[in-house]
């Protein structure tokens, strides 16, 4: 490692900044430039047919601008560009753009692979970078603004042939300063000034300038710095729009955009799940969701993962991260003990009609998708808490405290065995065997309770033998009941009871009742549970239970 090898890359001088005050209100516009972008970043590039997968895929997401690719560098991609054409694939409220470098022939191959189109951006670059300047075009600022000023008079000129030749169709103007952020600022004002010349872009037509960082090469607030001064530097501001296009090298692409919006940007492109050349564009789902989890309308459907993720990945040959951001698979899951805790009262205390406000949950999963199921999964790490919200959730049991108390060592052991996550079933299974919810172990029958006066008389015979005892209820006369027959006296520290909805593997869904006890007999304290066909029943054998064993 040498560190003397590299340097600062250098940024405006910006001591009056206002974006660290600004805050965000509204989604930007996104462009998605996933089939261009994206797919130039993969070793197999996607054929047609799969490009048309993902373009159903961005305008089923609410995209209203996407980049379909460079139609005049290769047949696949003039293909893709005409296909969507002459198959009406086009929405009336979507625009595609393309990408053209500023050479004459290529403007001309765009413009003939958008014969027919209602609207498209033509999207023209060259670079402006320092490094790009010096050794790859060899050429001084002025020469490379020449460049820039020539492709944007091709486009414009081309756009006035095709209209001539093919009138009807919209053409929107982009210009990118490729590298923007490898570019004295001041420079790249200059430059796209002098594209606007000549464009001659008004607030009511406007022309978009779009920003990369080609490589992302300053920290997020230094690039924010870039664009803040390069909006207020801009002359006729009010005519164009600033779109911010970042890549991740230093892993910032996101945050990056997000500081570029409050530095003033209007509109942002990206791919989904940040494919894209090196390490990636930058992730629209990730800023998307951001926005969303502050409140804000993120403009985008990106409702169902588990639909669109596939997608993706096939087109792309890319798995995706199971912590990615907001999408991956357990980016919701909680294995330790505290976090499950922490999850399941607040998830108790949630109401539907209060903000959401849960630790560790910065988004409620369901609105992605994510049933609760994936929320908590029980291994060595987890705590009580853990296996109660596995148990409620799936199986409807409301566990007293103490029952998840005397349970967390029997869930534990079962982890430890098992050496990874336990399954639902598997936990279930551990805690109906623990206390012995499907033996009948206990015979109840000839069940009588008499009132006299203000005292129940209670008589059953248990296991064969007939008991009786008197109380203020059953349980009290069961209890007086084992009393009278042992000697030894019975207190109910706690008890609970629900119904349950069990499914039985034969008849389905079956309404049954579940009884927690917590009895002192003696100096004995004794935890015990019933699963029964109504309430009286599995109250009277857990008791029984508890006595028994
Ligand atoms: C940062 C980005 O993502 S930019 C987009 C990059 N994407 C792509 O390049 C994907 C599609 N591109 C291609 O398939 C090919 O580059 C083509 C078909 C467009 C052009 O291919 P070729 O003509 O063989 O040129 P090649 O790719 O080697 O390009 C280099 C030439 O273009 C010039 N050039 C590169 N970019 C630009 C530009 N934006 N404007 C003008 N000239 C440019 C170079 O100076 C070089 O010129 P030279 O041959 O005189 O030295
Ligand atoms: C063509 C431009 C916008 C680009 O992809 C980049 O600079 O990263
Ligand atoms: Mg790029």
């Not at 090196?278 to 990730?286: K, P």
């Not at 108390?405 to 079933?425: M, N, P, R, W």
């Not at 005292?455 to 349980?475: A, C, H, P, R, Y």
């Amino acid at each position: 490692m040498n560190p003397n090898k590299y340097q600062r890359t250098p940024t405006p001088d910006l001591p009056n900044r206002q974006w660290p005050n600004n805050h965000l209100s509204k989604a930007p516009i996104w462009v998605s430039v996933d089939l261009r972008d994206g797919n130039q970043a993969l070793a197999n590039p996607m054929t047609v047919e799969q490009k048309l997968a993902l373009w159903d895929q961005l305008v089923a997401m609410g995209f209203k601008t996407i980049e379909i690719g460079f139609p005049s560098a290769s047949e696949p991609e003039f293909e893709f560009t005409r296909r969507l054409i002459e198959e009406n694939r086009i929405p009336d409220d979507v625009t595609v753009q393309v990408l053209v470098q500023a050479r004459e022939h290529l403007i001309a191959r765009t413009y003939e692979s958008l014969i027919g189109v209602n609207k498209a951006v033509i999207h023209v670059y060259n670079t402006t970078s320092i490094v790009q300047r010096e050794k790859v075009f060899e050429k001084s600022k002025d020469e490379i603004k020449a460049m820039a000023v020539q492709g944007a008079k091709w486009v414009q000129e081309y756009a006035i042939k095709a209209d001539q030749t093919h009138p009807g169709s919209e053409w929107v103007f982009q210009y990118s300063p490729e590298s923007f952020s490898q570019t004295e600022t001041d420079y790249a004002v200059e430059v796209c000034q002098a594209v606007m010349d000549v464009w001659q872009p008004t607030p009511d037509n406007k022309c978009i300038l779009n920003l990369p960082a080609t490589v992302e090469s300053t920290s997020p607030n230094r690039f924010a710095d870039q664009v803040e001064y390069f909006i207020s530097h801009l002359p006729n501001r009010e005519s164009a729009l600033i779109s911010i296009h970042t890549h991740n090298d230093r892993g910032c692409a996101v945050a990056a955009a997000e500081l570029s919006l409050l530095a003033g940007a209007d509109r942002i492109e990206g791919t989904l799940l940040g494919n894209g050349e090196r390490t990636g564009n930058m992730d629209i789902v990730t800023l998307a969701m951001n926005l969303y989890s502050e409140g804000i309308d993120p403009q985008l459907d990106l409702s169902k993962p588990n639909d669109w993720i596939p997608v993706v990945e096939q087109v792309t040959q890319i798995k995706t991260h199971m912590r990615h951001p907001w999408v991956g698979e357990v980016v919701y899951t909680a294995y330790s003990g505290s976090h499950q805790d922490a999850i399941r009262k607040c998830l108790l205390k949630q109401d539907d009609n209060q903000k959401w406000n849960v630790a560790y949950l910065p988004i409620d999963p369901k609105d992605i998708g994510r049933d609760y199921e994936a929320i908590i999964r029980v291994n060595s790490q987890s705590g009580k808490a853990g296996s109660a919200f596995v148990l409620e959730q799936e199986y409807g049991l409301n566990l007293p405290k103490w029952i998840q108390i005397d349970f967390a060592s029997t869930a534990q052991k079962l982890a430890e065995k098992q050496g990874g996550i336990v399954s639902h079933k598997d936990l279930y299974q551990a805690f109906t065997r623990h206390y012995g919810c499907d033996e009948k172990r206990i015979d109840v029958n000839n069940f009588q309770l008499k009132l006299d006066g203000e005292i129940e008389k209670l008589s059953l015979d248990v296991d064969g033998e007939t008991w009786t005892g008197e109380g203020n209820g059953t349980i009290s006369a069961l209890c007086d009941a084992w009393q009278q027959r042992t000697g030894q006296n019975v207190d109910i520290i706690d008890y609970a009871e629900h119904a349950v909805h069990m499914n039985d593997d034969d008849s389905g869904k079956n309404a049954k009742a579940i009884a927690y006890f917590y009895l002192q007999v003696d100096n004995e304290k004794k935890v015990s549970v019933a699963i029964e066909k109504d309430s009286l029943s599995a109250m009277i054998l857990a008791v029984l239970k508890g006595l028994k064993t």
